[in-house]
């Protein structure tokens, strides 16, 4: 049977072949993807359905007076923690903290992280794997392995203010940044480079005339999807910065790990705070790229 | 890791060609990426292996008072157990689950775009988001333990919240979209002509799978579970927050943490995290290892596509 099938593929056109068989397939997985289909939107809907009560809870109970044993919280629709949480944290510097560190971050890490990529998607030269895995090593360390020596190292020099923070979270994005960057510049045809070296252009004006502006999307990719990882990486921001360098996600952390301290539906007033703004640059960034572009790319497109 | 070089590095430009010697361009280009993590990632790893082996943070003899410490320590030692049976479960459980449900969703589903924006909701909320989200939805009084008592699927309502399980659904909800749509965005560039042919030599389906379909995503399965491995087994916030950081779920990025900045044992703090992230690359290393040896068993090379 196996033979003959084979020897068929082998002796036929392609075209002879292949019509009935595919049709075959098709008609046998309609029948199995009843039950395929089933796991497939049970599984994935029950995950979901709990994500939505989770973000629930955490929205009504910001908005109540209070919740006990019941499905909806008491007195619906008061805003009187979110007053509670604007008189206890300067929320306005939370946020301004927030996107200076996640845009001054991502535009250092852009900065670097271009020429680098560039030479990576251009060049060939020996021990390259070495290079790529040398960039890729911060992504393969858990942030705290190396946070807690450089938070003792870094406030020597630098301090807890803002320009540290920021230069600490460009390490575990920089990874990320090459790695989106890299198959966007090898798209670049290097024809035009070339064509832009014999028309008498040096290297920098063939690199910013030509190939930066073909780059641009790649660009834009990048900066948005690590705008928006930045914004809810935690452990470096909580290590390094000091009280007033704190960013929204750290002073979240701080008010749940101390739970006690203040009212809990005064927390969730502080967490839809923080939801609301990632929401915001979620959406932003979703017209710019695809939903799947937030999980590294294993292979370049 | 060996995957993400794999690919990063193969030759899309090969006329490109420019020999294989490092020109000054090049090196001037790629100076500034080096420094950085030359200064922010491996200056600190060095500068924090000489802290740690220094018995008091002004001492100036090198010895390994602070491994020995850590290791005569039962409660110290048992940390490592502790964060392998948080991490590796939920790891395991993750890639378990990903890989049939990317395999159905390989060719495009309907709804496919509103259910990744939903499922890359948990990544870019971040740790500390989906723990406190825990805190009131799987309380005794939460909407989860309302709706399974409402349909008489449990007696009475279950504990979950401060125990290890807790901290296995915070990592599984943030690790399973992200296992999920790695291992997805790998199956969907198999090309199809190679089940195609699969079927065509008289496989049924699940043959398919097994022999081709599951070989060629092999290693995008390794790295996948990789990457979220790296981020289980550094579980901070929310072992802290949904767990019992004091004993069930003192894992070593806890450990680390308090030794260092709650006991001001900065040498031994620092020792305790670097032993976690070599432990986590010797797992690494290990399923990488394994990986690239079945690798070596298929006919196929896959990555690609082909």
Redesign the interface.
């Known amino acids: 049977?196996?033979n003959d099938?084979?020897h068929d593929?082998i002796s036929a056109t392609a075209s002879e072949?292949?019509t009935p068989?595919?049709l075959?397939?098709r008609t046998?997985?309609k029948r199995?993807n009843i039950w395929?289909?089933l796991?497939?939107y049970v599984?994935?809907g029950f995950?979901?359905l709990?994500?939505i009560?989770?973000?629930?809870?955490?929205v009504l109970?910001s908005l109540g007076q209070q919740?006990?044993?019941t499905?909806l919280p008491k007195g619906l629709f008061t805003t009187q923690w979110y007053a509670f949480e604007f008189s206890d944290h300067d929320i306005v510097q939370l946020l301004s903290n927030t996107f200076i560190v996640a845009i001054g971050a991502t535009v250092i890490a852009l900065?670097?992280?271009f020429?680098?990529a560039?030479?990576?998607?251009?060049?060939?030269?020996?021990y390259?794997?070495v290079?790529?895995?040398?960039?890729?090593?911060?992504?393969?360390?858990?942030?705290?392995?190396?946070?807690?020596?450089?938070a003792?190292?870094?406030l020597r020099y630098l301090g807890g203010e803002l320009p540290g923070v920021i230069?600490?979270n460009?390490?575990p994005i920089?990874p990320f940044v090459?790695?989106i960057l890299?198959p966007f510049i090898?798209?670049v045809d290097?024809s035009m480079e070339a064509a832009s070296h014999m028309l008498g252009a040096n290297?920098i004006q063939t690199f910013f005339r030509i190939v930066v502006p073909l780059i641009i999307p790649g660009l834009l990719t990048a900066g948005i999807l690590t705008i928006?990882?930045v914004?809810?990486?935690?452990?470096l921001t909580y290590l390094v910065a000091n009280a007033d360098a704190g960013t929204l996600?750290v002073t979240?952390?701080g008010d749940?790990?101390a739970?006690g301290m203040r009212p809990?539906q005064a927390?969730?007033a502080m967490?839809v705070v923080?939801?609301l703004t990632?929401m915001v640059?979620?959406i932003i960034a979703?017209t710019f790229v695809k939903?799947?572009q937030?999980?590294?790319?294993?292979?370049?497109e | 890791?060996a995957?993400?070089?794999h690919?990063?590095?193969?030759?899309?430009?090969v006329?490109?060609?420019?020999?294989?010697?490092?020109?000054y361009?090049?090196i001037l280009?790629?100076l500034?990426?080096?420094l950085?993590?030359l200064g922010?990632?491996f200056?600190?790893?060095l500068?924090?292996l000489a802290?740690s082996l220094r018995p008091t943070e002004n001492a100036t003899t090198f010895s390994l008072t602070n491994y020995i410490q850590f290791f005569s320590t039962p409660d110290q030692v048992n940390t490592i157990w502790t964060t392998f049976q948080v991490a590796l479960p939920v790891t395991l459980f993750s890639v378990l689950?990903s890989v049939?449900?990317a395999y159905?969703?390989r060719r495009g589903?309907k709804f496919e775009?509103i259910?990744?924006?939903?499922?890359?909701?948990?990544?870019?909320?971040?740790?500390?988001?989906?723990?406190?989200?825990?805190?009131?939805?799987f309380s005794p009084?939460?909407?989860?333990n309302?709706v399974l008592l409402l349909f008489h699927i449990i007696p009475q309502p279950v504990t979950i919240l401060h125990h290890w399980l807790a901290v296995e659904i915070a990592l599984f909800?943030q690790g399973?979209?992200?296992t999920f749509?790695?291992i997805?965005?790998?199956m969907s560039?198999i090309n199809p002509d190679l089940e195609?042919?699969s079927?065509?030599?008289?496989a049924k389906?699940s043959q398919t799978f097994w022999r081709v379909v599951l070989p060629i995503s092999l290693p995008?399965i390794a790295?996948a579970f990789?990457?979220n491995f790296?981020?289980n087994?550094?579980v901070?916030?929310s072992a802290?927050?949904v767990g019992e950081p004091s004993h069930e779920t003192r894992v070593l990025?806890i450990a680390?943490?308090e030794t260092?900045f709650t006991s001001y044992n900065?040498p031994l703090?620092?020792a305790i995290?670097?032993l976690?992230?070599l432990i986590?690359?010797v797992v690494?290393g290990v399923v990488l290892w394994l990986q690239s040896k079945s690798a070596r068993g298929a006919t196929i090379s896959g990555?690609?596509?082909v």
């Open positions: 049977m196996k099938a084979l593929a072949v292949l068989h595919k075959q397939p046998m997985k199995k395929a289909a796991i497939f599984a994935i995950f979901i709990n994500l009560g989770m973000v629930g809870t955490v109970d919740w006990f044993n499905w900065l670097i992280g020429p680098a560039y030479v990576l998607a251009r060049k060939q030269f020996r390259k794997g290079l790529i895995t040398f960039y890729l090593l911060p992504m393969l360390v858990p942030p705290l392995a190396y946070g807690i020596p450089l003792t190292v870094l230069l600490v460009v390490i920089l090459i790695l890299m090898e798209q290097t290297h928006v990882r914004i809810a990486m935690f452990e996600v979240l952390y749940a790990f739970s809990e927390i969730n967490a923080y939801m990632t640059l979620l979703l939903p799947t937030f999980v590294v790319r294993l292979k370049g | 890791m995957e993400i070089t690919l990063a590095t193969e030759p899309k430009a006329s490109n060609k420019v020999a294989f010697r490092v020109d361009a090049s280009l790629s500034p990426a080096i950085l993590v922010l990632f200056y600190p790893l500068s924090g802290t689950v049939p449900l159905y969703m589903v775009r259910l990744t924006i939903i499922l890359i909701l948990p990544i870019t909320l971040g740790n500390v988001m989906v723990a406190q989200s825990m805190l009131d939805y009084t939460g909407w989860f309302r909800i399973f979209p992200f749509l790695l997805l965005g790998y560039a195609r042919a079927r065509m030599l008289g389906a995008g790295v990789c990457l790296v981020a087994f550094s901070f916030p802290n927050l990025a680390a943490y260092a900065i703090g620092t995290a670097l976690m992230g986590e690359l690494i990555g690609k596509g």
